[in-house]
């Protein structure tokens, strides 16, 4: 199979407070916290927000994920995710963003079944862009989901990756021939993540904000059929 990975993003509103989170597959993940792969979600001191939970023994510092990514399955996939610090949610996503095969379904957590998280009604994902719930989370299902979702007759090319200048001390500007649908995450020398960006083009620029300091980073590009990781040095 090689690399593979496929994702969907979706919001998560609570009045005007909204949270971008992801899901998705990748070869190289596991169904716990995956450095350079999954991203931790800090939730903000008020209002609402939504976060995938995780409980990995191996990282017990990480328990809520804005982005979490499932090694691929022939069979089904389940995401569990909640909500907190609010009422009355709503969950929005693109059916077009889907992969082509595979079925997709969200549904709300009956009240009555808490604490044992049970779906009582799914909804088709590609039959509709969004979801209210009332309750405090809910569960996404990715059944057949699919390890064969690019078809070989339209598997991109992995890109090449120019990066100028590394070292750098203000921006730094990456590059992609041909140009790419994807996604960059930024991390720091012991792994924790620094930002997170959708790619769509042939340019990705990244200049630091006052935050960051000098030092060694590590950017993992990854699109349709392909993952790169690249070393930036970054010298104020």
């Known amino acids: ?74 069979d089904e996939i389940v995401w569990d995710f909640s909500l907190a610090g609010g009422v009355g949610f709503v969950v929005r996503w693109e059916p077009d963003d889907l992969p082509d095969s595979g079925d997709y379904y969200i549904g709300a957590y009956d009240a009555d079944s808490l604490p044992d998280l ?46 100028s200048p590394n070292p750098f001390n203000a921006r730094v500007s990456v590059e992609f021939d041909p140009p790419i649908r994807g996604r960059v995450q930024i991390f720091d020398i012991d792994g924790r993540p620094i930002i997170e960006s959708k790619i769509v083009g042939a340019n990705w620029l990244w200049q630091p904000d006052e935050s960051i300091g000098s030092g060694i980073y590590f950017m993992r590009i990854f699109g349709e059929g392909f993952s790169a990781i690249r070393k930036l040095i970054f010298l104020k």
Request: with cysteine; net charge negative.
């Open 1 to 74: 199979m090689g690399f593979f990975r496929w994702w969907e993003d979706i919001t998560v509103e609570c009045g005007t407070d909204i949270t971008a989170m992801t899901f998705g597959v990748d070869s190289l993940a596991t169904d716990g916290y995956d450095p350079y792969i999954d991203v931790p979600f800090f939730p903000s001191p008020s209002g609402g927000y939504g976060y995938f939970p995780i409980d990995d023994s191996l990282h017990p510092g990480y328990s809520m994920l804005s982005i979490d990514y499932r090694f691929p399955s022939a």
């Open 118 to 163: 049970v779906v009582d009604e799914w909804l088709d994902m590609r039959s509709a862009d969004s979801m209210a719930i009332l309750v405090l989370g809910g569960r996404i299902r990715a059944v057949g989901s699919p390890i064969y979702g690019i078809a070989e007759a339209r598997r991109p090319v992995a890109p090449s990756i120019s990066i």
